[in-house]
């Protein structure tokens, strides 16, 4: 045997060995007690799961609401993004190219968009700040360009004051068709990832300049819905955060605080809310992103040494960002989600970090097969669904044994519990960011809750995994039936697929009905004995599933 055939042996050898290593110890099954404190509470929780988005400024004025598998019913914000404008089919004008008229104003469609998020039982929560071309008119001359990479004017406008107005009608409209008394209770925001050049910057592309040029920006659309709505209308920014930026959003935290209003010539602006983008590059891939706990953290500590206290913090768009595969066209994920039973563990482990980090919501994208969150759901849903019922509890201690084989595993618990409905809730997952993950988790859970009488109490267990998802089956039908991925338009990872090939599409829709039955979540229901305040409960979680139990009595 040559030393080139011997070598080659060897490293075959022992690459087969180490697979049938990491075959045994993938496989076995995590042990791992949680000890659960209920006379040590913390903050009241917020429903984080209360925001959607929606790309464009548009939304249905009758929208198609499923009454089965509705997520409106758990979300109390919708988002539109550049809703007042950036180019002509989104700006609110008679003739958006005409540059002579600058006040020949067409509110309907976004009258018509607020009329169909208030039929969810939703408030509307726009995204004001994009320009339109007809007030940046010098500067794209001057620039040479028109359109950024989102298909928006990044410019400012060349004079605040035609803006200001611009916005002001804007204001008057709205209060106008749904009265002062609604509008009050929306809230607005100044832009999307207002420090990312791809949506906002100075003509010149200078940071400092830009930074300076978002501030007025945000003073005067402030001040113009000050001035209609009142003192108390909520509104604030979203950056981009997750990756750097332009400039510092620092820059713009302290100015809010302490800078010199551009529009009013007093000290601050009027800011309620601060939120960030989130994105991980793609399953198994954490990329660049910063943990949202850093955010947070990173938010609170510069408002706060700004005398901005009492704000809320969230993510206005985010999860991950492209698939595995690749469409036709691309490798991102429309929903920002892949369908696959990763995703539950994934949204999982960002509720817990929200819970322990104080932030309030992760505004999400789509959460059903069809798009515009219609058809059947995705474990997305049934993960924000129950993590929405942790509002109004109050996060409980919890301490964490482990035992028996970890390997890198993320097997975690947040426990809650709500004193006005005497209920314990308690929410777990087994997460690993490598997708190709084995191993189940049995878990203990063993209770210690004062607020409990000794007796019975009522257990609802609902476990969220492949049995309850319908995309596996569908990965598995689609290769039978020859939907390659070239079908797709974007990556076929994604829930909500987007397809390339009209026939791929009529074929997906058959198979609802099929899927309607694989994608049912119901819950497995007990008593448990309660004795001094202690009990004990148990799961096994498979790879990357989600259990959560409600516990009353």
């Not at 409209?173 to 209770?185: H, K, P, Y």
């Not at 259990?547 to 009595?553: A, G, S």
């Amino acid at each position: 045997m040559s030393l080139h055939r011997f070598f080659a042996a060897l490293l075959a050898f022992f690459t087969a060995f180490w697979g049938s290593i990491c075959a045994f110890f993938n496989n076995m099954v995590n042990d791992y007690t949680f000890r659960i404190d209920t006379a040590i509470l913390g903050e009241e929780l917020p429903n984080v799961k209360s925001n959607i988005n929606r790309f464009g400024g548009r939304f249905p004025e009758d929208p198609i609401i499923n009454d089965e598998y509705n997520p409106y019913e758990f979300v109390d914000y919708i988002q539109l993004m550049e809703c007042s404008g950036g180019n002509a089919g989104r700006d609110l004008f008679r003739e958006p190219d005409n540059f002579d008229v600058l006040d020949d104003y067409d509110f309907g469609p976004l009258l018509a968009s607020c009329r169909g998020i208030l039929k969810t039982g939703a408030k509307p929560l726009l995204k004001l700040g994009n320009v339109p071309a007809k007030f940046s008119r010098e500067s794209i001359a001057a620039a040479g360009a028109d359109l950024g990479a989102f298909d928006v004017n990044v410019f400012p406008p060349d004079d605040y004051n035609e803006y200001y107005t611009y916005i002001k009608a804007i204001a008057e409209a709205l209060v106008g068709e749904f009265g002062l008394d609604e509008v009050r209770s929306w809230r607005f925001g100044v832009m999307t990832e207002y420090e990312n050049a791809d949506w906002f910057r100075a003509v010149s592309g200078d940071p400092a300049e830009s930074a300076e040029e978002y501030c007025k920006l945000y003073d005067y659309t402030v001040q113009a819905l000050i001035d209609v709505i009142g003192e108390d209308v909520f509104v604030g920014a979203h950056s981009m955060t997750c990756s750097e930026g332009l400039w510092d959003e620092r820059e713009f935290i302290r100015h809010c605080g302490e800078g010199t209003n551009y529009a009013t010539g007093t000290k601050g602006t009027r800011i309620c809310y601060l939120a960030a983008s989130y994105y991980e590059t793609r399953p198994g891939e954490v990329g660049n992103a910063k943990p949202l706990p850093e955010i947070t953290e990173m938010f609170r500590s510069t408002a706060e040494s700004v005398g901005l206290t009492d704000l809320i913090y969230g993510v206005d768009e985010g999860r991950v960002l492209c698939g595995v595969s690749s469409g036709a066209n691309s490798d991102q994920l429309p929903s920002r989600t892949v369908g696959d039973t990763w995703q539950a563990a994934f949204d999982a482990r960002l509720i817990k970090q929200m819970f322990d980090s104080g932030m309030n919501y992760f505004s999400s994208w789509e959460y059903c097969s069809l798009g515009e969150n219609h058809g059947l759901p995705t474990v997305s849903y049934f993960v924000a669904k129950h993590a929405a019922e942790f509002e109004g509890a109050r996060l409980a201690a919890v301490n964490t044994a482990r035992k028996g084989a970890i390997f890198k595993a993320e097997v975690e618990t947040s426990a809650a519990f709500d004193e006005d409905a005497n209920t314990l809730r308690i929410m777990a997952y087994n997460y690993r960011n490598k997708v190709n993950y084995k191993a189940n988790a049995e878990l203990t859970f063993n209770v210690s809750a004062p607020q409990f009488a000794d007796g019975e109490a009522k257990v609802k267990m609902y476990m969220i995994n492949d049995d309850c998802n319908w995309f596996d089956e569908w990965r598995k039908d689609r290769v039978e039936l020859g939907i390659t991925d070239d079908k797709f338009s974007w990556s076929p990872d994604d829930g909500c697929p987007s397809f390339a090939d009209g026939e791929a599409r009529q074929t997906f829709l058959g198979l609802q009905e099929k899927y309607a039955g694989l994608c049912r979540l119901e819950p497995v229901e007990s008593a448990v004995q309660v004795k001094d305040g202690a009990f004990t409960l148990n799961a096994e979680l498979d790879p990357f599933a989600v259990v959560f139990f409600e516990v009353t009595q």
